[in-house]
């Protein structure tokens, strides 16, 4: 398995242009959706199965419920980071692209499940949240039941096969030492943060042959320092995150990393499990055989952040995989944008596997 999406070595030319798909796709990405404002396109994407006949509703935190055949649910993210791409189709040589905030992260995945599922009749969700912290994803296994199946949409390239993403721990580190001469040799409460840091670091060190996918890594976030408001104290507050692999389970990690503390104390406010899935799971193979049929070489793949995946998979026990058209790493970036061949070839895949695992 590679852990990044390799170059598209295949062309979609061959692929007609999907005027339906790309509709939705364009008006989704013109339509705003960051963070917490995503009602507008929720709508949109209502309308969408609204116009096709199928049972739709927003729910109490702005899902897009269009529950179907259960057979496999279809989902992504409605949501996007900020960031404003002026939204535009290029002509290049290989094809339209469009741009736009949102374009591959995720309304490409989204639009391209939305068409599939009314094609094909599978159960839909779109769920807001997923960019800070997976609510509507976290809402969903809360009040539904498990599927047979589930499909997450996330940019995987139209040939790629996500099974796997590390998880995350992530927390705040709070210190206080007694003021004093900087000449005196005692560890402030800044010395302290910076000395637990670096024995977690060196607790998860890595050979650098080891893939980063099956590495604990170890970020701060942010970090404050300093004397306190009277003047009698040092301070020191630093968030951190580390990524856990499947080898680990958060506990685990969090153990690890509070066994190194001396002086202060981290509230661990994030746990969210790794999740890895057998390539031999049957979404796994309807995937395979309709991205072959669709003239691809199918791609496994192993994520190194986390996605709404993880908490499907951790409340929901049914095989699962991520997939969706782009580039990931247009993610986030403010040159995103889209290839619309490779987009048509990805809602090719997604009902030729929908339609094998509703036929089974």
């Not at 949240?129 to 390239?157: I, Q, T, Y």
């Not at 139209?158 to 580190?173: E, F, H, S």
């Not at 976030?221 to 040092?234: C, I, K, R």
Request: charged content about 30%.
């Amino acid at each position: 398995m590679s852990e990044t999406a390799d170059p598209d070595d295949g062309s979609a030319d061959d692929t007609a242009p999907d005027k339906q798909a790309r509709d939705l796709l364009v008006d989704l990405v013109e339509t705003p959706s960051v963070t917490g404002g995503e009602g507008e396109c929720a709508r949109r994407l209502a309308a969408f199965f609204e116009a096709h006949d199928r049972e739709v509703w927003l729910d109490e935190v702005g899902n897009v419920r269009a529950p179907a055949d259960d057979g496999v649910l279809l989902t992504s993210h409605v949501d996007t980071v900020p960031g404003d791409i002026p939204v535009r189709v290029e002509e290049t040589d290989d094809g339209a692209e469009l741009w736009g905030r949102g374009s591959v992260d995720a309304k490409g995945p989204l639009a391209a499940m939305a068409v599939a599922a009314v094609r094909t009749g599978a159960s839909f969700a779109g769920v807001v949240g997923e960019e800070v912290d997976s609510r509507g994803a976290r809402h969903l296994v809360a009040e539904r039941d498990a599927p047979a199946a589930v499909v997450n949409g996330e940019p995987s390239g139209w040939d790629g096969i996500t099974l796997g993403y590390r998880g995350l721990l992530a927390g705040t580190y709070v210190a206080t030492s007694e003021s004093g001469h900087s000449s005196r040799p005692e560890n402030n409460a800044i010395q302290d943060a910076m000395d637990w840091w670096d024995r977690v670091e060196e607790e998860f060190g890595h050979d650098e042959w080891v893939p980063v996918f099956e590495r604990v890594t170890c970020k701060p976030v942010d970090f404050e320092g300093g004397p306190s408001a009277d003047g009698l104290s040092v301070e020191a507050t630093m968030d951190v995150q580390l990524r856990v692999p499947p080898e680990y389970t958060t506990d685990e990690v969090r153990e690890l990393a509070d066994g190194h503390l001396t002086n202060g104390t981290v509230g661990w406010d994030d746990q969210v499990e790794p999740v890895m899935q057998t390539p031999r799971s049957p979404v796994a193979r309807a995937f395979r055989g309709a991205v072959r049929r669709a003239g691809g070489d199918p791609r496994l793949l192993r994520k190194t952040g986390t996605s709404d995946m993880n908490v499907f998979a951790g409340t929901w026990d049914c095989p699962m995989v991520t997939y969706g058209p782009g580039d990931s790493d247009l993610d986030h970036a403010p040159d995103e944008h889209l290839s619309l061949p490779e987009f048509d070839r990805a809602v090719a895949v997604l009902e030729g596997a929908a339609g094998r695992l509703l036929d089974d």
